[in-house]
């Protein structure tokens, strides 16, 4: 149906935000149809032997994920994860009051599986409110690269029992000289992996950190090429969003059996 009525729409769109809005509709309305939700998960499926991993601590059963972006409310984060990922990424949250909103629907719908928050404004009080409910966190310093900030949420976290990982997602242009400090820093303070935008980024974090440092790869991945890519270039895990957008739930699928077939 999506590949009838929704991807001719999506492709068309030049405007990002509009096709996300689109696709995010039909998602939603998807969701509500009765017995939808197992219906997807029995098509698209997210568990294919020999693609699973540990990543943090955290056992993802395919290398697969949904980027921040789509599910901005944290409303839909169980539709899609439906569609064939392994760990969807809801937000990013820039006010405590949305992360309250998020929480409330988090607790009336528990995820079925790994859920990451991608924090992006209000970090400390967002980071100490949702840590009870998700599963790793994107701490997004695009538009604040500054990783003194860090040093509040990390303290934050030795005050809870549970460890949970937390990532750090970098600007898609930062200069090499900041990058570097970036990975010393997640290097010696407990920062479990960079959420990295271009395969150049990649490379170089893996490089850096001597394969110590997980990266999730951002980088507008809209083919099972480029995920592949990704992984070969240093990544542990890849993200799709527009690329869910535009070709539909069916890209997950074409992924995850290129995948398959490389790893054989």
């Known amino acids: ?21 689109i696709a995010l509709g ?13 219906i997807n998960r029995l098509i698209h499926g997210n568990r294919p032997v020999g693609l699973e991993r540990e990543v943090f601590g955290i056992n993802f059963y395919n290398p697969v994920g949904l980027g921040a972006g789509l599910d901005v409310q944290g409303v839909l984060y169980n539709d899609l994860n439906d569609l064939g990922f392994s760990f969807v990424e809801i937000g990013p949250f820039t006010r405590v009051a949305d992360i309250r909103k998020a929480i409330t629907r988090l607790q009336a719908d528990p995820p079925d599986d790994i859920i990451a928050a991608c924090i992006a404004g209000d970090y400390l009080p967002s980071f100490c409110l949702v840590y009870d409910f998700c599963d ?12 003194e900030l860090f040093d509040d949420i990390l303290d934050a976290r030795l005050s809870y029992e549970v460890y949970k990982p937390i990532v750090v997602k970098i600007p898609e242009s930062i200069p090499l000289e900041d990058l570097e400090y970036v990975v ?13 935008r271009n395969l150049q980024q990649i490379s170089y974090i893996k490089e850096k950190s001597k394969g110590r440092l997980p990266i999730i790869a951002n980088c507008h991945i809209k083919t099972p090429e480029q995920a592949y890519e990704a992984l070969k270039a240093g990544a542990s895990l890849v993200e799709v969003r527009m690329g869910l957008v535009r070709e539909g739930p069916r890209l997950v699928g074409k992924i995850l059996k290129y995948l398959a077939a490389k790893a054989k």
Do not use: H, Q
Not at 10 to 20: E, F, N, P, Y
Not at 136 to 147: A, L
Not at 184 to 196: F, I, K, Q
């Open 136 to 147: 790793f966190f994107v701490i997004d310093i695009s538009d604040k690269p500054d990783m």
């Open 184 to 196: 010393d820093y997640c290097m010696m303070n407990s920062v479990d992996g960079v959420e990295a």
């Open 1 to 21: 149906m999506y590949s009838l009525l929704i991807r001719p729409i999506t492709r068309r769109i030049k405007d990002s935000g509009k096709a996300s809005a």
């Open 26 to 38: 039909y998602f939603k309305l998807e969701g509500k149809v009765p017995g939808g939700r197992f």
